[in-house]
């Protein structure tokens, strides 16, 4: 099977910002819904639903945009509700819980310096593959069963390593 992608000079500017705001909404996310972890998430279902018959590029960014923040927002979400109930049952804050609080900001980075590669890429029309969400996404709109047709190109945009 050989996969059609498009090319950054065959994608519309406004598909690549389309592209490009399915990063963005995790900061406007995490601005807000620092106290409301699944904020994010809710925001990026939503863009997802309302772009994803935009174009088969934008639906991919914006699916792997959100399928990444799941974990980052579960991990996000147990430490608020850990935090508040070290706060109200006057626990005291443990080894675990300082460690699961490294964990928990080691892993915002990691996905920020990600969203960040990945938003500069989808700008410039290209493609950024997350670990295991951008396969996920990828097999989605431009697997065997992703809607419209096959053939590839040997240009900029290929598909993740294993297809």
Do not use: C
């Not at 927002?73 to 609080?101: D, H, K, M, P, Q």
């Amino acid at each position: 099977m050989t996969i059609i992608l498009p090319q950054p000079d065959e994608i519309p500017r406004r598909e690549r910002e389309d592209a490009m705001g399915a990063y963005f909404m995790m900061f406007a996310a995490w601005g807000i819904g620092l106290p409301l972890p699944f904020l994010n998430l809710v925001a990026a279902g939503i863009y997802y639903g309302i772009h994803k018959k935009k174009s088969k590029f934008v639906a991919f960014h914006a699916l792997q945009s959100f399928t990444s923040q799941i974990p980052v927002t579960i991990a996000n979400a147990g430490l608020l509700f850990w935090l508040i109930r070290n706060l109200v049952r006057e626990f005291g804050f443990y080894n675990s819980f300082w460690i699961y609080l490294a964990f928990v900001a080691a892993l915002n980075v990691a996905y920020l310096v990600m969203s960040l590669v990945a938003l500069s890429r989808a700008y410039k029309g290209n493609f950024f593959y997350f670990p295991i969400f951008g396969r996920m996404a990828f097999d989605n709109w431009y697997g065997p069963n992703a809607p419209e047709g096959s053939g590839e190109r040997t240009r900029p945009n290929r598909p993740p390593e294993g297809f």
